[in-house]
């Protein structure tokens, strides 16, 4: 059989952690970043800045602040300073300042032990672990409402705060705090609040030339020459607008779309290509959403989509998902985690939409807890998330 061609110059340029030399229609916020932060690169000692982020979901807040982090590190070795950019996801951390704080000193001591110290302590060891590098962190925490959710205010005053109490130590710590929603902000006590809302980087929801700006800019540098037609473009960025703006949407769905070309065995990324795409992902959901769940969240959803997709119920109760959970436990060789881990875990999932719980009282035993899949075919839930727990 020939070799088939393939309508892809470079794949990665659309996976979803590269960071593009150019951010179309963020050029502003990019500036104002860097300008919030022109008083630390001038004397990191002195000054500590913290700056906050908000936008929709595919709004750029990520890929911005990562551009950010490029662009201040390399100022500030032009300047001969010395300073570190760190960009933690505080979902990924499940909203632990403990974890958090460990992430960060880990950066300078991989070997640090894992555990036998407080939160608060390992604060106290992070400035001086940054004392003993002389060295400024601007540290990004991403997707900072799960902090918020999990802590609540007593965290974020203690991070903001750090530093206020240690009288006539140089300043070590800046901090960017990424919210997805503004009104995480005003669940926290005014004094937290006022810690925060200073420097607010808002990043407006993309327009539709907007999308096709970022989508056309990114098509030149994954796909080969004359692959990808300007109506292809412009369908994709109307099917992300729809989808308040969202511009990993987009990029998603032009990468799935150039996939059909390939496996069709076409020289072009079709519009054609693009309704197959938008069918295949998986409605009111995103492989993205779906591969940032831990490894243990995702088997507890299997065994759910598994027990549901027969389509008998409409729900399952905990404990029957706890057993599927097992059985997927066993089958990718882990240990199963406890109840209470598991009750953590539904709690995730059902925060980020992907499930429904309700509490039933009618059951034989008492209450019990019901689970519900309300976006998402079981089936369909159940074959993605056997491909990403394969990947790892
Ligand atoms: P958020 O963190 O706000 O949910 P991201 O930063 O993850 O959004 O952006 C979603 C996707 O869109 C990423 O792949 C990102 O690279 C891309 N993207 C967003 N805005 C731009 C832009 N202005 N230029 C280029 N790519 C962008
Ligand atoms: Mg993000």
């Known amino acids: 059989m020939l070799q088939r061609q393939s309508v892809f110059k470079d794949e990665t340029k659309l996976d979803i952690n590269y960071v593009p030399s150019r951010l179309p229609h963020r050029e502003t916020e990019l500036r104002l970043l860097l300008e919030f932060f022109s008083f630390v690169l001038q004397s990191p000692r ?20 990562q551009r950010f982090g490029v662009e ?3 100022d500030a070795s032009k300047r001969g300073v010395n300073l570190r950019y760190v960009h933690i996801n505080c979902r990924e951390c499940r909203g632990s300042l403990f974890l958090i704080l460990l992430h960060l000193i880990l950066v ?16 106290d060891i992070l400035l001086k672990v940054l004392d003993e590098e002389d060295t400024h962190v601007i540290a990004t925490l991403d997707e900072f409402d799960s902090l918020v959710e999990n802590e609540g205010s007593d965290a974020v005053y203690k991070l903001t705060r750090a530093q206020e109490t240690r009288q006539n130590k140089p300043q070590r710590l800046s901090l960017v705090c990424i919210f997805r929603n503004l009104k995480t902000v005003e669940q926290l006590d005014p004094s937290t609040q006022s810690t925060l809302q200073s420097n607010i980087v808002n990043l407006e929801t993309y327009s539709k030339q907007q999308l096709t700006d970022i989508l056309s800019d990114r098509t030149s540098l994954a796909f080969k020459p004359s692959t990808v037609p300007e109506n292809t473009v412009s369908l994709v960025a109307e099917l992300a607008s729809s989808e308040d703006g969202n511009a990993r949407f987009g990029i998603e769905l032009l990468w799935r779309a150039g996939k059909y070309a390939d496996a069709e065995d076409s020289a072009v990324v079709t519009l054609e290509c693009v309704r197959k795409a938008v069918s295949s992902i998986i409605p009111g959901m995103r492989r993205a959403d779906l591969a940032s769940l831990s490894f243990h ?6 065994g759910t989509a598994r027990l549901l997709k027969e389509g008998h119920k409409a729900s399952v109760s905990l404990v029957e998902a706890e057993q599927a959970y097992e059985i997927a436990c066993e089958e990718f060789a882990v240990k199963p985690n406890s109840h209470t881990q598991l009750w953590k875990y539904l709690h995730t999932l059902s925060r980020s939409g992907i499930v429904n719980t309700e509490v039933s009282t009618t059951g034989l035993r008492g209450r019990s807890t019901l689970i519900h899949l309300p976006r998402i075919p079981a089936r369909e839930l159940e074959k993605e998330l056997n491909m990403l727990l394969e990947k790892g």
């Not at 969240?297 to 299997?302: I, S, T």
């Open 108 to 123: 300078f001591h991989p070997n640090f032990p894992r555990r036998g110290y407080s939160a608060e302590e390992l604060l």
């Open 297 to 302: 969240e995702k088997l507890l959803l299997l």
């Open 72 to 74: 201040v590190i390399h």
């Open 46 to 65: 002195k000054m500590a800045q913290r700056v906050v982020i908000t936008g929709n979901v595919g709004a750029g807040k990520t890929v911005l602040s």
